[in-house]
């Protein structure tokens, strides 16, 4: 806007100085009918153009004159870029939950069809299995962990449900672990907030309002339920996304701002730490026409139309916007294209989950272990104490 402004002055032939409100907002109005911020200043007559660009509403264009539209511009939210995050159970969300208990119901399924179909088989043909439940649990395991097993059912009922489970646990294992390699290599970015729906879900994250601004009134003034929620549990107010654009990339809060505002602090954050800390939603707010306002019944305002249409015809106005947003084009990639290139090494935050199953694994295997100690050495007590209180008979021969 500053660009334009020199252009305007020089064109128009007139000096200005530049003096900013002192409540530092763009202007809303107040219930007594007064305004604050530069419309303020504007509808009190202290100054005589006000650059903005203000979003173009009603109310403004009633105590304000508005130029010709300088832009088109849509709102979003601009909030810390989410980064992939290791997963101590990641290596269990290669299957939903219901999956999951698919897999363990057909497990106990064909374990007890298994037992029941060689126990008839061994009845039928006059043999004996011995351990059939275990052995069966055991096999059921073994098979699923893609392992060969040394037993077998005798006869071909039991053999021809083997070869069933067989070729079942080939495309549960398959799956599992195309989908856990593709996990790992293509880790994804779970984005929590990219809608307004997303926003009021969650509650980690507080949302603030940019104080007098249009978007302000835009949502205190909507009725539906879901953009009541938004104004009604903000966490307040802000200056302008620019100003907070630290804070806001800091993670302290999202900001719903205009889009022009969000890449120039993408651009500038880019610029500065050579890494992207910000995020912009992909869902579009509401969109609406920006435009320099006047003083009621200023005489610059027809001659100011005509600069400005000038400048858009010749695609000056576009130019001076993207050469303040030049870099932009990686921090508009989505997050999860943000990991680095090559075979990053698993942490151990990613690979704690295996980790933990053996270590659970190891602590029962020796909790048993110890168990049995103590159950036969229990045992073999009960067995000396028996052996050395038993009665003992003597006599004499005669």
């Known amino acids: 806007m500053a660009n334009l402004l020199d252009v305007m002055a020089t064109q128009m032939d007139f000096q200005y100085e530049l003096t900013r409100p002192a409540d530092r907002v763009w202007g809303s109005e107040f219930p007594n009918g007064s305004w604050s911020g530069m419309i303020g200043m504007l509808r009190r007559e202290e100054v005589e153009i006000a650059m903005g660009p203000f979003t173009v509403t009603q109310k403004r264009a009633s105590v304000s004159d508005i130029s010709m539209p300088v832009a088109f511009a849509n709102k979003g939210m601009l909030m810390q870029r989410p980064t992939a995050q290791s997963d101590v159970a990641g290596f269990l969300r290669t299957f939903s939950p219901e999956v999951w208990l698919l897999i363990l119901v057909s497990m106990v399924v064909v374990s007890a069809?298994?037992?029941?179909?060689?126990?008839?088989?061994?009845?039928?043909?006059?043999?004996?299995?011995?351990?059939?439940?275990?052995?069966?649990?055991?096999?059921?395991a073994q098979t699923l962990a893609q392992e060969s097993s040394h037993w077998l059912p005798r006869r071909d009922g039991g053999r021809l449900l083997v070869s069933t489970w067989l070729l079942a646990s080939l495309v549960f294992m398959s799956s599992y672990s195309g989908i856990l390699t593709a996990m790992l290599t293509v880790p994804s970015v779970t984005i929590p907030i990219d809608s307004l729906e997303d926003l009021v879900a969650q509650s980690d994250m507080p949302w603030k309002l940019e104080g007098g601004s249009s978007m302000f009134l835009y949502f205190q003034d909507a009725t539906d339920d879901l953009r009541r929620r938004v104004f009604e549990e903000r966490g307040?107010?802000?200056?302008?996304?620019?100003?907070?654009?630290?804070?806001?990339?800091?993670?302290?809060?999202?900001?719903?701002?205009?889009?022009?505002?969000?890449?120039?602090?993408?651009?500038?954050?880019?610029?500065?730490?050579?890494?992207?800390?910000?995020?912009?939603?992909?869902?579009?707010?509401?969109?609406?026409?920006?435009?320099?306002?006047?003083?009621?019944?200023?005489?610059?305002?027809?001659?100011?139309?005509?600069?400005?249409?000038?400048?858009?015809?010749?695609?000056?106005?576009?130019?001076?916007?993207?050469?303040?947003?030049?870099?932009?084009?990686?921090?508009?990639?989505?997050?999860?294209?943000?990991?680095?290139e090559g075979i990053a090494p698993l942490n151990f935050e990613a690979f704690g989950g295996p980790l933990l199953v053996l270590a659970a694994g190891f602590s029962l295997a020796t909790f048993t272990f110890l168990c049995e100690v103590v159950i036969s050495r229990c045992g073999w007590s009960t067995a000396t104490l028996r052996t050395t209180t038993a009665p003992t008979i003597t006599g004499t021969l005669h």
């Not at 400048?311 to 989505?334: A, E, F, H, M, Y």
């Open 113 to 140: 069809a298994m037992s029941g179909l060689t126990w008839l088989e061994d009845s039928i043909f006059s043999s004996r299995t011995k351990n059939l439940t275990s052995k069966s649990i055991i096999w059921m």
């Open 236 to 340: 307040g107010t802000f200056k302008d996304c620019w100003a907070d654009r630290q804070a806001i990339a800091d993670g302290e809060f999202v900001a719903i701002c205009d889009e022009v505002t969000m890449k120039k602090a993408m651009s500038w954050d880019f610029s500065t730490t050579g890494q992207c800390h910000l995020y912009k939603s992909r869902e579009n707010i509401y969109s609406s026409t920006v435009a320099v306002a006047f003083r009621a019944g200023s005489m610059y305002l027809s001659h100011a139309n005509q600069v400005i249409l000038a400048l858009k015809g010749s695609g000056i106005l576009d130019k001076w916007v993207n050469d303040q947003i030049t870099n932009t084009s990686l921090c508009l990639r989505p997050p999860s294209a943000d990991r680095s």
